[in-house]
């Protein structure tokens, strides 16, 4: 994960805490907790080890830990530790899987992959509105 | 005293029949569908289009290969390109300068940064068809 940019802040959902609902942010987020729902941002996610994801993720850089279901489309980077329990679709420029992590859905890695969207799908995704990922 | 060669469980590619050969086999016939078997290690260094391409070897595909096929292998290291639905008993790992256009199926996957993966991933403990009582794929003495 690329450090915080200067004066930016992350935004911590504790393992105790369940949340149904769409988070917009600008800069980086970390969830430990159980999440459900639409997340934006033009910034990093982090998927903490005991967490649980499910919804719609268009994020810049997204780091998964822990469990996640649901659609991924990062302007950046997808990493998936060891530990994570990835199902479904991903589309990214770049993706980083560890061994041992669980990965099934559709996958497009490639410089090119957010070009098929659509230009204005794609400014979307970089101005960090959520658009619908096409399966 | 003679020594008592290595022994291996395989399974044929094509129909899943296990077997026992010597580690050091090549290739050997599968005695389910008669068909003929690789099991080989191989690095794939050239362009290689094929309707199938089965080895229950680790593949290679170097920095200049390419293999157009169905591949169906033990362990597969691309760093090359291939092009096809890929099913690895073992693990498949796509290094950064690989590129990967198919649906894949395989219990570890690893992938680097710059790596290239279009298609269907299926990726994780008990995938690429790995059935129960499936015999490990390392060497073992074989017991006379």
Not at chain 1, 49 to 77: D, L, M, Q
Not at chain 2, 114 to 128: I, S, T
Request: glycine share 10%; aromatic share 2%.
């Amino acid at each position: 994960m690329p450090p915080l940019p200067p004066g930016g802040s992350e935004t911590v959902l504790g393992s105790d805490v369940t949340f149904k609902g769409e988070v917009i942010y600008e800069s980086a987020m970390r969830i430990e907790g159980k999440f459900d729902g639409k997340i934006t941002s033009k910034g990093r996610l982090a998927i903490g080890k005991g967490a649980h994801v499910s919804g719609e993720v268009s994020v810049g850089n997204v780091s998964i830990e822990g469990g996640f279901k649901g659609n991924v489309v990062s302007s950046e980077k997808v990493e998936l530790a060891n530990t994570a329990q990835m199902q479904g679709d991903i589309r990214a420029p770049k993706l980083v899987v560890a061994e041992g992590a669980t990965l099934v859905g559709n996958v497009v890695i490639s410089p090119d992959a957010l070009k098929g969207q659509g230009a204005a799908e794609r400014e979307q995704i970089l101005s960090g509105q959520s658009p619908q990922v096409r399966r | 005293m003679s020594k008592t060669p290595a022994r291996r469980t395989l399974l044929c590619p094509r129909c899943d029949t296990p077997m026992e050969a010597s580690v050091s086999a090549k290739s050997m016939p599968c005695p389910g569908c008669h068909r003929n078997i690789r099991s080989e290690d191989e690095t794939v260094t050239d362009y290689q289009a094929r309707v199938e391409y089965y080895n229950e070897g680790r593949v290679e595909v170097a920095k200049k290969g390419i293999i157009i096929a169905e591949v169906r292998v033990r362990a597969l290291v691309v760093k090359g390109e291939v092009k096809g639905p890929v099913r690895a008993r073992q693990s498949v790992h796509l290094e950064k300068t690989g590129k990967l256009t198919g649906d894949v199926s395989t219990p570890l996957l690893a992938v680097q940064e710059g790596a290239v993966l279009v298609g269907r991933v299926d990726a994780g403990p008990r995938r690429a068809d790995a059935r129960p009582a499936e015999a490990p794929l390392d060497a073992t003495p074989r017991a006379r």
